[in-house]
């Protein structure tokens, strides 16, 4: 766990563009990096699985398929299988690039997340205009029968809710007031998981939320209804098999990690609960202008000893980063970076624009080295 005084001493240093010297091995001696020096390899060792989230549109890229064949045992889709790019119609489906991750993950016997049945985003235009609350529950079921019945025992685990927690909106429960809680109600969440099963039994159903992971008191907050939440469902008897924890988090900003993370694996764990780090990206945003070779240290630094807590726990069965490649983060979209940094392309990802693993790779499979055996 970093210290907040070692923190701030990292803070600093990164402020005048010198990142630690770690013991880290940013790029051992030993830079091969397939086969067993993989990451999928190093993960399997210690019966981990590593994946990454995968655009349709770059698998007819040979470059980005080499590298996510040699490195990965699990892909999810970054928007392939979510509600809107799914839906153009009421009436019809669009599952081309769904369809062409699942063979192209079968073809090189990778596992497959699916992301996401019920979200409050990337809702097709027509939704607002056509879900009712007369025909709400039906719109959920048939989507989610149609869906996870057509790649039924072929995904490891669906994100069947995303983001349903928003205490900001000030309800009790700190559910999100979503359109499908509008139209719905909270029972919303256990129709939701009931007709997954139904669907798809194989599948472990998964509930996957973000600004759960630090030290903060929001973040604090966030964990404690989440957590609750969990308790009601499992309750309730709603059939739920794991916790996502997005792991959307920085670097160079004042975000610690330590025993709130640590709590939030051990309070699902308690629940029966595997726990999946789903969306792992490290914004470097908030790292002071420094050469990308320093600022790579400090993000790598962020994947060390993140993931070295996150698989403490054996109940923590996979890690994800939310992308391959820094050519590709979405990170570079936000609002936040393009009128902050827009010449400074974020490097987030363990593997850079040019598909070189960068410090980040090399610190996540460190971490892996250093898992203890699940
Ligand atoms: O495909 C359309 C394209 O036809 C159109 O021309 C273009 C311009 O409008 O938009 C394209 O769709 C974009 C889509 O990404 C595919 O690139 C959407 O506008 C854009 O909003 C969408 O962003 C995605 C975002 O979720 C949606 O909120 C990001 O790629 C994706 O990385 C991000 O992923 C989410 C997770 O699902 C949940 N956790 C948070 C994470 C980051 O927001």
């Known amino acids: 766990m970093i210290t907040r005084r070692e923190y701030l001493k990292r803070s600093s240093l990164a402020a005048c563009g010198l990142a630690l010297a770690r013991t880290l091995p940013a790029e051992p001696g030993n830079s091969h990096i397939e086969g067993r020096d993989s990451l999928k390899a190093r993960a399997h060792n210690r019966g981990l699985l590593a994946g990454c989230a995968v655009n349709a549109a770059n698998l007819r890229e040979d470059a980005f ?48 997340r699916g992301h996401n049945f019920v979200w409050h985003e990337q809702l097709p235009a027509w939704f607002a205009g056509t879900a009712t609350k007369e025909n709400a529950k039906k719109i959920l079921t048939d989507h989610i029968h149609t869906v996870a019945g057509r790649y039924k025992g072929k995904i490891h685990s669906w994100d069947v809710v995303n983001e349903a927690i928003n205490i900001s909106d000030g309800r009790p ?11 719905i109600g909270p029972e919303y969440l256990e129709l939701a998981y009931r007709t997954a099963r139904q669907a798809d039994p194989k599948a472990k159903l998964t509930y996957n939320e973000y600004g759960i992971e630090d030290q903060s008191e929001s973040d604090s907050a966030k964990r404690a209804a989440t957590l609750a939440l969990l308790k009601r469902l499992k309750a309730a008897n709603v059939p739920l098999d794991a916790l996502g924890i997005q792991s959307h988090i920085k670097a160079g900003a004042l975000q610690t990690f330590g025993n709130g993370l640590r709590e939030l694996i051990a309070g699902a764990q308690s629940l029966g609960l595997e726990v999946y780090f789903t969306e792992l990206d490290v914004n470097d945003d908030a790292i002071p202008d420094s050469a990308p070779a320093a600022r790579d240290r400090i993000v790598a630094d962020v994947y060390h000893d993140y993931l070295a807590i996150a698989f403490e726990s054996t109940a923590t069965k996979a890690v994800l980063t939310w992308g391959l490649t820094d050519a590709h983060t979405w990170l570079n979209g936000i609002k936040s970076h393009r009128e902050k940094l827009p010449n400074r392309p974020q490097r987030p990802l363990p593997f850079d624009a040019d598909y070189k693993p960068t410090p980040a790779f090399f610190a996540m499979r460190d971490a892996f080295d250093k898992a203890p055996h699940r």
Do not use: C
């Open 65 to 112: 398929t080499k590298v996510l064949a040699a490195q990965y045992n699990l892909v999810v889709a970054e928007n392939a299988m979510k509600f809107g790019p799914l839906r153009p119609t009421p009436d019809t489906f669009n599952f081309a690039d769904a369809d062409a991750l699942v063979a192209f993950a079968q073809h090189h016997k990778m596992k497959i």
């Open 173 to 183: 429960d700190s559910l999100r007031k979503s359109s499908w809680l509008e139209l």
